[in-house]
Structure formats: C-alpha cells, structure tokens
C-alpha cells in the first residue's frame, strides 16, 4: 500500500524560501507519477508541479514556474519554492498515481497529509 509523509512548510515573508518533503513508501512500479498540490480556503485543490519518474521534464503551473522546483531524491520529493508571495500561502498536498492520465489531469491515486504555508508581507 502506498503512502505519503508530508513535512516542512511553516511561516515566511514574502521573497524567502521554504522546502516541502513527501516520503513515498510502498510503491512497487519504477515509473510513476508525483505532483504537489495548493488547496486555499473556499478554492479547489490546484496543480502546481509534476514529476514524472521516467523521461520528462517536470512541469509547473504559471504561478509558480521559475520560483518553484519539484524534485525527487531515493523515496522522497521536494518541492522547493522561492521568492514565496503571499499568494502561495495555502495547505500543499502531495500526491501519486500510476496513472498516465495523471500527467495532464488532476487524478491521484494517493495523498498526502496537507501541509501549511503561509507566506507574509
């Protein structure tokens, strides 16, 4: 059975820098699909980078590209996010999936626990 084990986040001004972690376990395929989610109060979970074990390059959401980074290391994935605005402030989720579909839609099969970001003037 997979599982997830979010940690980092926390509290930051704005243009600093925060690292999130996701511990995967269980995963038995060598080619899946990791992404990190942005939920805010009152919206919908949002998209904002993928990570694909095999041949391809991470993409990101337009809000994010350029200041964020996804990446994996053994069993875990990042996302490194810099030059934070409070607009990045939300719940960050990690998410897995099997799944090609996953590469272009929201559908994850597992989740992790959420994890705060609040980002301040």
């Known amino acids: 059975q997979v599982q997830l084990l979010s940690s980092g986040g926390g509290s930051v001004q704005a243009g600093g820098s925060l690292r999130l972690a996701c511990e995967v376990s269980g995963v038995s395929e060598s080619r899946y699909y990791l992404a990190w989610f942005r939920q805010t109060p009152g919206q919908e979970r949002n998209r904002v980078a993928t990570l694909y074990t095999g041949p391809a390059t991470p993409v990101y959401a337009d809000s994010v590209k350029g200041r964020f980074t996804i990446f994996k290391d053994k069993n875990t994935v990042y996302l490194d996010m810099s030059s934070l605005k409070p607009e990045d402030t939300g719940t960050y989720y990690c998410?897995?999936?099997?799944?090609?579909?996953?590469?272009?839609?929201?559908?994850?099969?597992?989740w992790g626990q959420g994890i705060r970001v609040t980002v301040s003037l």
């Open positions: 998410a897995f999936s099997t799944n090609p579909k996953s590469w272009y839609s929201d559908q994850f099969e597992n």
